[in-house]
């Protein structure tokens, strides 16, 4: 029965870059029964393993018959769609073949590479080099705000305010920037 959850967590490793059939109050869609996702084409590379796994009833499309692929997977969909697996293989004990399970296997050792990687930040083909120089920038002018504060001891109160405001204003959107950096490196976009 172990393999039953190593397989659901590969799968939903494997489609996490789709979201599934979830609506706005949490509940689950029936399967796209219409044909597979109208706004995934035929010659995408995923097309073939989303076409399997609508098939089961694993994933399913959003009202429309859309897929979203581009949309993150988030914890909600996930389960429901680990949950769906599990009532799939235990639906159908016998679709699950020896050479499936050395496949899968494979996989959760590939993937956990993978996490290994990206936890000790050694994810080679992501350049951090642009990142790391936007962040020494925003240290500097957290440092030079710091200096500012320091020389307006003589300013007038009304003046000071608006300094700070302007400078807090600079300093959120300088760290936004260096944490919307950091997410896009770490995903490697």
């Known amino acids: 029965m172990p393999w039953v959850v190593l397989v659901a967590a590969l799968i939903?490793?494997?489609?996490?870059?789709?979201?599934?059939g979830q609506t706005g109050n949490g509940t689950a869609e029936p399967?796209?029964?219409?044909?597979?996702?109208?706004?995934v084409p035929r010659d995408h590379w995923a097309y073939e393993d989303l076409e399997y796994l609508a098939a089961r009833g694993i994933i399913t499309g959003l009202p429309g018959g859309v897929y979203n692929g581009d949309s993150p997977l988030d914890r909600y969909s996930g389960a429901a769609m680990i949950a769906r697996a599990?009532?799939?293989m235990q639906s159908n004990p016998e679709s699950v073949t020896p050479e499936d399970l050395d496949v899968l296997k494979n996989?959760?050792?590939q993937v956990s590479d993978d996490v290994a990687a990206l936890q000790s930040g050694?994810?080679?083909g992501v350049n951090t080099t642009a990142l790391e120089a936007r962040v020494g920038r925003v240290e500097q002018d957290v440092a030079a705000l710091g200096t500012q504060v320091g020389e307006l001891s003589g300013t007038s109160a009304a003046s000071l305010t608006k300094r700070v405001q302007a400078n807090f204003i600079i300093s959120l959107t300088a760290l936004l920037v260096g944490?919307?950096?950091v997410a896009l490196a770490t995903l490697g976009l």
């Open 12 to 20: 939903a490793m494997a489609v996490g870059l789709g979201a599934i």
């Open 31 to 39: 399967p796209n029964t219409g044909g597979l996702f109208t706004d």
């Open 86 to 88: 599990i009532k799939y």
């Open 107 to 109: 996989l959760i050792f």
């Open 122 to 124: 050694g994810v080679q």
């Open 179 to 181: 944490i919307i950096g």
